[in-house]
């Protein structure tokens, strides 16, 4: 048995299901994105809160890496273990192994996605798109947007790079929307609105477990 179609095959079963329900493909994307998000709430969460403990110690550190830089400037050998010393100190690993395979784990759901909504829609119209198959400006500039705001709502976003982490994913995300379909565009946009809401949830939690003394930090 090919698991990989039998997984093609499910998505689209849901996304059929779901627009025969009366909501139609386009509103069909965004239900089904939202609960296969949804689905994987379990195993991102973890990651996400891992991923957000790690940010906010490595910002408490910056300027003692700084310091370490300025000091063995011309021994980055000794840096580099100096800064191992310091990651040590705060229970910090220099790669997050857990967070990675964690991460790679949920590709399926995003793969299996692209591949199925590539070449969906053929002429579906949602809203003012006439054919979900097609790309759309508009629909492109609203992925594009919620890209720019996934990114935009991380405080621990380096101030010094912010702009850039915020302006070159929406760049790219709009280049991207407008080579797929629309379908992909609704995706996108619906799966990067999630993401922004999860990561705000994410660092209330955390700040509020902080104020608690339940995290360290």
């Known amino acids: 048995m090919n698991i990989w179609a039998t997984w093609l095959e499910l998505i689209e079963s849901i996304l059929t299901s779901l627009s025969d329900t009366g909501l139609g493909l386009g509103l069909a994307i965004v239900v089904a994105t939202v609960l296969l998000r949804a689905v994987l709430l379990p195993l991102a969460w973890p990651i996400a809160y891992r991923a957000c403990l790690r940010q906010k110690k490595m910002a408490k550190l910056q300027p003692e890496l700084r310091a370490l830089q300025d000091r063995f400037r011309d021994k980055p050998n000794v840096y580099v273990e100096k800064m191992r010393e310091l990651y040590r100190a705060h229970d910090l ?10 991460a790679l784990a949920q590709l399926p759901v995003f793969l299996g996605m692209f591949q199925v909504l590539r070449n969906s829609g053929d002429g579906v119209r949602f809203l003012w798109v006439a054919n979900l198959l097609r790309p ?51 995706y996108w946009t619906t799966s990067n609105t999630f993401s922004a809401i999860q990561t705000v949830v994410l660092h209330r939690v955390v700040r509020r477990r902080a104020r608690s003394g339940a995290t360290d930090l």
């Open 136 to 186: 759309d400006v508009a629909l492109a500039l609203i992925a594009a947007l919620a890209t720019a705001l996934m990114m935009a709502v991380n405080p621990d976003m380096p101030e010094q790079l912010r702009i850039v982490m915020v302006v070159l994913p929406c760049l790219l995300a709009v280049v991207a929307a407008l080579q797929f379909s629309s379908a992909l565009a609704i």
């Open 93 to 102: 690993a220099l790669v997050d192994s857990k967070s990675f395979v964690g």
